[in-house]
């Protein structure tokens, strides 16, 4: 059963579900991505075409860990850090089949957006949530 907090996130999610080009956001520094990834859940909805709309959760530990649930309910767990220029990069040990992807972390109308650093796309819309909110 989905929460009326759940459900209110995901309605504040699809507004900002765009095409996957270039972010019109403001790019975070470093250490306002440390800030706000360190120690909390990622909420995220991909705006990957063939997964739209679907919506997973990472728990970004502390020490550069994270455990991943997939919108198939399916977990994973990997690594993730943030660079000198201020990219989040994260690698799954299955997921992504194992790739290393960076992206830029850019803020929009109270949300964010992962502006993949290869191609300028624009893959994911999340919010944040204090601590391990899904218990991963």
């Known amino acids: ?60 530990k502390d020490d550069g860990t994270l455990v991943i649930r997939n919108f198939e309910g399916g977990k994973d767990t990997g690594t993730w850090e943030v660079t000198a220029e201020g990219h989040y990069c994260s690698q799954y040990r299955e997921t992504r089949k194992g790739m290393r992807r960076c992206y830029a972390v850019k803020s929009r109308d109270g949300k964010y957006l992962l502006e993949n650093t290869a191609d300028g796309s624009v893959t994911t819309v999340f919010t944040v949530a204090k601590g391990n909110a899904e218990g991963l």
């Open 1 to 60: 059963m989905r929460t009326p907090a759940f459900l209110a996130t995901l309605a504040l999610i699809a507004g900002l579900a765009t095409p996957s080009h270039a972010a019109d956001g403001k790019a975070l520094s470093a250490d306002s991505v440390r800030g706000l990834l360190s120690g909390n859940t990622l909420i995220g909805e991909t705006l990957l075409e063939r997964f739209k709309g679907k919506v997973f959760h990472v728990f970004l």
